[in-house]
């Protein structure tokens, strides 16, 4: 049974014709809203990753659920769909189970609040947000597990519960819930931070209804969602063939030793309906790389890349909905059965992005981006002070290689999430036991290309403390592949070198390494792809970045261009380099993978000292994806 709105004056809202200045006076109220809720989250939370960085995602939502404004797409149809309460208002819902939401969020350290938005007794509108939490309890602080096999071992599930009802706070069942988590004050802070964004938007909304009416701004905002149907509707039939086209991309590892796992899509048009077809995609895993996606977030994945890439000045919502079906196989690692773990299913989630991106362009090469959407890389860290025994743990959110783009370079270590920031580095010596000793741009790993891809980063941590360690990250055996004659991206590595002189590989998905006061982790990110022929790219901005240490002289070699002892552009050696490098190479592909399979295990042997992921095993009784 879905869940029931309480209304006490539920009669229905009256439709008004909108002028287009009253539309735009809505639209920009609502996007300054968004933003507001952001701005009081940000400056009242206390944890890192929602403080500094940004780890959360808000949406204002029209009465029947449907997105107007936010960035990741509506989560009400997976809670308004599986809820079997009332909502009433001066209620305030929280839930962080992905499997009691259909996927709306991903994994258990999401904490969503979702506030029903009431005036004069009926439902206008919904406010909610989300942000991710350093840690809900769980067999690993961080409270993401490589190793775990089940949801169970993640941390605390949050069905769909009142954290207010009727304006009343449920003392008790926060202190449940907080007596399960290792950073109670963060997470107390933090959830209090996002109830109080929630508001704002609630605050802003009805202001709005205070200047036009309620009956206005409801015909205003489903005229929002109407006007992005309409474009949405015109960019599918004008870029979306009716023939089916299919890519697929790899995870590189579960963190158990075996992969890669493919993810496999198809794409066609009929009539003016839009498919995603995810069959091919491989079963789940057994560890924590499975994402639940939910489909209306994919379908805003969908529409975010098509607006971005056609029509930048559309506001994306969830007006186009109808026009994208998504279909996912059962049991796979997009849709992985109950109680299968997902708290490290940001890999899966970063390569949906480059399968999506290849999707789209294949028709039209000249819109292709290079791949480099293709992880968000974690560090967590944690341990006690020597001296007074007092606990620390961090989380945080390390950037790699933008992908090279039709319009210009990828950027070097920025965010897979674009509103995304790093944590300061001031504020992690401040308030950690760690130094950071080195913070660059790693030289020649972004793919070389007319546009090249980002560099990924280096950082070097320092160690004060004795604590542990755990990181998150892919892209270490597949390789982020160039398009249109790009060639690919560095892949990522982890080093810890001792105190005592020792060094080691890390894998890049692993829980719990033990680190002591002077030890050293050097964290590398992949770079991204690069996009068009690389013997078309400015020499002289070649020559520049060479200087600046975005590329060394061997790296410069790379585009055909030749230096002269000052560092400048020898014309007559690069056009004759350029010349011979284009005979060598032949025709240009569409897509350049690097090499193939066993050429690629033979090199993450030599690059990375780890040995190469085993085949994904499946369980032989599990039913076959569609």
Same mark, same amino acid.
């Given at each position: 049974m879905p869940a029931r709105i309480v209304e006490t004056s539920p009669a229905p809202f009256a439709t008004v014709a909108i002028d287009p200045i009253t539309l735009d006076l809505v639209e920009n109220a609502l996007r300054n809203a968004r933003h507001e809720m952001d701005a009081t989250l940000f400056r009242t939370a206390m944890s890192p990753g929602i403080r500094e960085q940004g780890d959360a995602f808000p949406l204002i939502a029209n009465h029947e659920g449907k997105m107007i404004v936010g960035q990741f797409g509506s989560f009400l149809h997976g809670f308004l769909s599986a809820y079997e309460g009332t909502v009433e208002e001066g209620d305030v819902i929280w839930l962080a189970d992905p499997y009691s939401c259909e996927g709306a969020i991903s994994h258990l350290n999401d904490w969503l609040i979702i506030l029903p938005i009431y005036r004069d007794g009926r439902l206008i509108s919904w406010a909610l947000h989300f942000g991710h939490q350093t840690d809900v309890g769980g067999k690993v602080p961080g409270s993401l597990p490589t190793d775990a096999t089940s949801v169970f071992q993640e941390g605390i599930r949050i069905p769909p519960v009142k954290l207010y009802r009727q304006g009343v706070l449920n003392e008790d069942?926060? &202190?449940?819930?907080?007596? $399960?988590?290792r950073t109670a004050d963060w997470c107390r802070s933090?959830?209090?931070?996002?109830?109080?964004?929630?508001?704002? &938007?609630?605050?802003?909304? $009805?202001?709005?209804c205070d200047r036009f009416g309620v009956d206005t701004y409801v015909s205003a905002v489903n005229e929002l969602l109407d006007r992005n149907r309409r474009a949405m509707a015109q960019l599918i039939r004008t870029s979306i063939s009716e023939e089916k086209v299919s890519f697929e991309d790899y995870v590189c590892d579960d963190g158990r030793g075996f992969g890669p796992y493919k993810i496999k899509a198809t794409m066609w048009r009929e009539g003016e309906k839009v498919i995603l077809d995810w069959s091919g995609t491989d079963y789940q895993s057994e560890s924590s790389i499975n994402f639940y996606l939910n489909e209306n977030m994919l379908k805003m994945f969908f529409g975010i890349y098509m607006i971005m890439v056609f029509d930048p000045q559309i506001l994306f919502n969830d007006g186009f909905y109808d026009l994208v079906e998504v279909r996912i196989p059962d049991g796979t690692l997009l849709k992985p059965s109950f109680p299968a773990a997902l708290s490290c299913r940001t890999h899966a989630l970063g390569r949906i992005f480059d399968v999506l991106g290849a999707l789209l362009g294949q028709r039209t090469p000249e819109f292709l981006n290079a791949a480099g959407f293709s992880s968000s890389p974690h560090l967590m860290v944690s341990g006690r002070y020597r001296d007074d025994g007092r606990y620390y743990q961090l989380f945080q959110i390390g950037f790699g290689?933008?992908?090279?783009?039709?319009?210009?370079?990828?950027?070097?270590?920025?965010?897979?999430w674009p509103n995304f920031t790093n944590v300061p580095n001031e504020f992690l010596e401040a308030y950690f036991p760690l130094r950071i000793e080195r913070y660059e741009t790693i030289a020649d790993s972004g793919g070389p290309g007319k546009h090249r891809g980002g560099n990924g980063i280096r950082i070097a941590y320092r160690f004060l403390e004795p604590g542990r360690i755990a990181i998150h990250d892919d892209r270490w055996f597949t390789m982020p592949w160039g398009v249109n004659g790009g060639l690919p991206g560095q892949r990522s590595r982890k080093l810890l070198e001792r105190a005592d002189g020792t060094s080691e590989r890390l894998a890049s998905k692993c829980d719990d390494v033990e680190v002591l006061p002077g030890d050293l982790l050097v964290y590398e990110t992949w770079g991204g792809g690069g996009w068009g022929d690389p013997l078309e790219r400015d020499a002289e901005l070649v020559a520049l970045e060479v200087k600046r240490g975005l590329l060394t002289g061997e790296g410069a070699a790379r585009y055909g261009v030749v230096l002269t002892p000052s560092g400048g552009v020898d014309q007559r050696a690069t056009e004759q380099q350029r010349a011979a490098l284009a005979e060598e190479r032949g025709p240009l592909g569409v897509f350049d993978f690097g090499p193939d399979i066993p050429g690629l295990r033979e090199r993450c042997l030599a690059d990375t000292g780890l040995p190469p992921p085993q085949p994904p095993r499946f369980d032989a009784g599990a039913p076959a994806p569609e």
């Open positions: 069942l926060l &202190a449940l819930v907080l007596n $399960n988590v933090d959830l209090n931070a996002i109830v109080a964004s929630c508001r704002i &938007a609630g605050r802003r909304v $009805n202001e709005l290689g933008i992908p090279g783009r039709p319009f210009g370079d990828g950027p070097d270590g920025h965010s897979l």
